[in-house]
């Protein structure tokens, strides 16, 4: 076992830093950019500032025309500094060699990739890996990311991606961990130490990147790239605090938004990238755009041209031109005519070459081209368990009527019914760029492995046509439904119907919002008719993101939220339903009743009329056609035991910090791991602030009638808040402590500041 462990963490690297010479370090590393920086060329400066995309197919000729040519003819002049979406040692290899043996300086390439949740070995996609709310796992997970990306070349993840999102129509939340700052900043923090390591020298860890600074999570309607419009409040309490956090963990890149933030486009906004970011907190990285979003600002209505739009991108501090060519064509012209002055391009140049000396790329520039590194690590057998393992802990069931799970292993008739039952890419997600298509173990697989049960598969209904493409349109199917009455037959002699059903991994992402939440295309219908003739139904749902599940919550006895849980998902989901596995994880976004909620999450503010009056009276805060709750809310989660909470105290109160305590007991008959919430609620606050706040959680593993009691410790951090000024303040005044878990909690006691 002790060996095991060792040859993982030779694998995944364990690096420990000597604090003591950092600082020296520092100075030496200075040193060195600034001499090098003193030897470039203005060309050569604007050149660090310049990515392309991957632009000619490398084990290729030479390109010859077009583009591509001329952004070969850069690449040997140094005036590409960085490069994306290429991969493979030899491939990164090839490429660096012509910037360290053809270019006048040598200055090597640093390699960029989206490494989001996976390189090879995929993870759940983000947003499931934060239902585990597990912080060593979800750093572990990014850790293995790290490693084969390392392996494969890559220097630099575009991730993770911190932002806070309430609007379950905005596809993207998949790629973030859900509505609720305080847990967002801790996974915030684990994924940016998980992908930096303590070295980031080392030829294991790659350079993370948080994007995408600041409000993308916030489009109004949940449309794609729309006008963010968010008060201070939302902005410094919500938006911010995960973006601090991985300035806290060290992250040495960020990534600007798309959107316009409050009628600034966030790549034009000096106030984020330079008084925010660079000055309050002194970050010493360097922002790259995103792609082409400093062109699009003219699209924004903010630049009349390129041109102005690279003036306004570098004065407001984007380091880095993702693809807009906006930089490379513009910027030397500009710092000629003294519109743009030189000092800004040697602070931005400054930056990326810093970020390239601590990646070690000076010392060894291929030192991530290593083919026989690349082959042992990528798809490492020890990187399949632990993803594994993330992904049953990513698992979260939503209802156990008559506690239908787990299922008996021996002597069942199974009914496995659904398109995405037996899919192996769905499972991936969408960002699969290095990932093998068909990869995934589906969860028709991972209950063969069962063998005691008599397992009968029918598809139901095709839930897409057509091609699969991370750029196009999902082609939902809404009209076939030839394969419903083999499904109907085989449901209705079962002893239990399994039904995988929700959005195919392609049907959330970037540029995927929806309008409706249900199940997509026929599958609402399907999942009818089968409750029509066997109820006995567990309902696993693959999706990214929150559905709207009313109908189904009310009728289907068991339903299990498996997510898009990566390449072990259908293991995962096997030995979940056979209870080789207790589910504990917990909702990191509120689930809506109804379409219309959205945005709903649990830590809003109080209106002046929060409660009915009276019966039959409407002049308070409510919906004359839905409730005000939502159908599953934030950091909900079953187990297939129980729990019970008691004795919630507060130990100890002084001038920096109070003690709480709670017991909790494992009341059922298994062993079973609880997430143990806790709310603050700030009774009297100006500017106001949410009804209860989360500020604090802690994994506990109770066997059958055991009882552990659990500390938490409230400081300044869990008590104050950002004013309209982005001044964080603690006001004394009367505070409820709520415990328990979920979000809904209302086991409470009170203190005073
Ligand atoms: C996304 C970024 C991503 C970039 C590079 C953009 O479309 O918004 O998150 O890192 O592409 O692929």
Not at 81 to 105: D, P
Not at 259 to 273: D, E, H, M, R, V
Request: aromatic residues 10%.
């Amino acid at each position: 076992m002790i060996k095991a462990n060792l040859t993982f963490f030779t694998i995944i690297g364990f690096f420990v830093l000597n604090s003591c010479g950092t600082n020296q370090k520092n100075d030496q590393l200075d040193q060195r950019v600034n001499a090098l920086l003193a030897q470039m060329t203005l060309e050569e400066k604007v050149g660090q500032m310049n990515q392309y995309s991957s632009f000619w197919d490398i084990t290729g000729p030479i390109p010859k025309e077009g583009s591509a040519a001329k952004q070969y003819d850069q690449l040997k002049k140094g005036l590409v500094g960085s490069m994306l979406n290429v991969r493979g040692a030899e491939n990164v290899r090839k490429l660096q060699k012509i910037a360290v043996e053809e270019t006048r300086l040598g200055i090597p390439l640093i390699f960029g990739f989206d490494v989001i949740h996976g390189f090879k070995t995929i993870s759940p996609i983000p947003l499931a890996e934060a239902a585990s709310w597990d912080l060593e796992a979800i750093e572990t997970s990014a850790r293995i990311a790290a490693t084969e990306a390392a392996a494969a070349g890559i220097n630099w993840t575009f991730a993770p991606m911190v932002d806070i999102s309430r609007d379950a129509r905005w596809g993207r939340v998949m790629e973030g961990a859900g509505e609720d700052p305080y847990l967002g900043s801790k996974i915030a923090f684990a994924r940016v130490k998980g992908f930096q390591g303590d070295d980031l020298s080392a030829p294991t860890t790659i350079a993370a990147c948080a994007k995408h600074f600041a409000g993308y999570g916030f489009p109004e309607a949940g449309k794609e790239y729309n006008t963010v419009d968010i008060g201070t409040q939302t902005l410094h309490n919500m938006v911010m605090p995960p973006f601090k956090a991985t300035i806290d963990a060290g992250v040495r890149t960020f990534m600007n938004s798309f959107s316009q933030l409050n009628g600034i486009p966030a790549t034009g906004s000096k106030y984020l990238q330079r008084t925010l970011l660079k000055e309050q907190w002194n970050f010493d990285g360097f922002v790259v755009s995103d792609w082409g979003s400093i062109e699009e600002m003219v699209e924004h209505g903010y630049a009349d041209d390129a041109k102005q739009a690279a003036q306004i991108a570098v004065e407001a501090g984007s380091d880095m031109d993702m693809q807009s060519l906006a930089y490379i064509d513009h910027l030397i012209d500009l710092v000629k005519s003294s519109a743009v002055p030189e000092t800004l391009i040697d602070d931005a140049a400054r930056r990326i070459l810093r970020v390239k000396f601590e990646l070690g790329l000076f010392d060894d520039p291929y030192k991530y081209c290593n083919a026989e590194r690349e082959k042992s690590t990528i798809g490492h057998e020890k990187f399949q368990e632990v993803t594994l393992e993330m992904a049953k802990k990513s698992i979260v069931l939503l209802k156990n009527k008559n506690q239908l799970l787990p299922l008996k292993k021996k002597g069942l008739n199974i009914a496995l019914i659904g398109d995405l039952a037996d899919d192996k890419t769905s499972p991936l997600g969408n960002w699969i760029l290095a990932a093998d298509t068909n990869s995934a173990v589906s969860v028709l697989e991972g209950m063969k492995a069962y063998e005691g049960n008599n397992l009968e598969f029918s598809v139901g209904v095709k839930l897409h046509t057509g091609v699969l493409e991370f750029a196009k349109e999902l082609n939902i199917n809404t009209s076939d439904k030839s394969d419903f009455t083999a499904a109907l037959n085989l449901a209705k002699t079962a002893d239990v119907v399994v039904m995988v059903l929700g959005e195919h991994g392609f049907h959330s992402g970037e540029g995927r919002s929806r309008t409706q939440l249900g199940l997509p295309g026929l599958q609402q219908e399907l999942l009818e008719q089968v409750f029509k003739v066997n109820q006995n139904i567990i309902l696993v749902l693959n999706n990214g993101r929150p559905l709207v599940l009313d109908w189904a919550d009310q009728h289907i006895p068991a339903i299990v939220e498996a997510w898009q849980l990566g390449t072990q998902s259908g293991n995962a989901i096997a030995q979940v339903l056979y209870g080789d596995y207790n589910p504990s994880g917990k909702l990191p976004m509120s689930f809506p009743k109804s379409i219309g909620q959205v945005p709903i999450y649990y830590n809003y503010k109080s209106t002046g009329r929060p409660t009915l009056p009276s019966p039959d009276e409407v002049f308070w805060t409510h919906y004359q056609d839905e409730q005000n709750a939502p159908l599953y809310p934030f950091g909900y989660g079953l187990s297939y035991t129980t729990f019970a909470y008691s004795n919630l105290k507060i130990n100890s109160q002084n001038d920096t910090s109070i003690d709480v305590s709670v017991e909790v007991t494992n009341t059922g008959n298994v062993q079973g791991n609880e997430v143990v919430q806790l709310y603050v609620k700030d009774h009297f606050a100006r500017p106001t602030q949410p009804i209860k706040s989360l500020k604090g959680f802690e994994l506990v593993d109770l066997n059958p009638n055991q009882t552990k009691t659990v500390h938490f410790t409230l400081a300044e951090a869990e008590l104050g808040f950002y004013d309209n000024d982005g001044k964080f303040i603690v006001q004394p005044g009367d505070f409820s402590i709520y415990v328990g878990g979920d979000s809904t909690t209302e086991l409470n006691t009170k203190f005073k500041l």
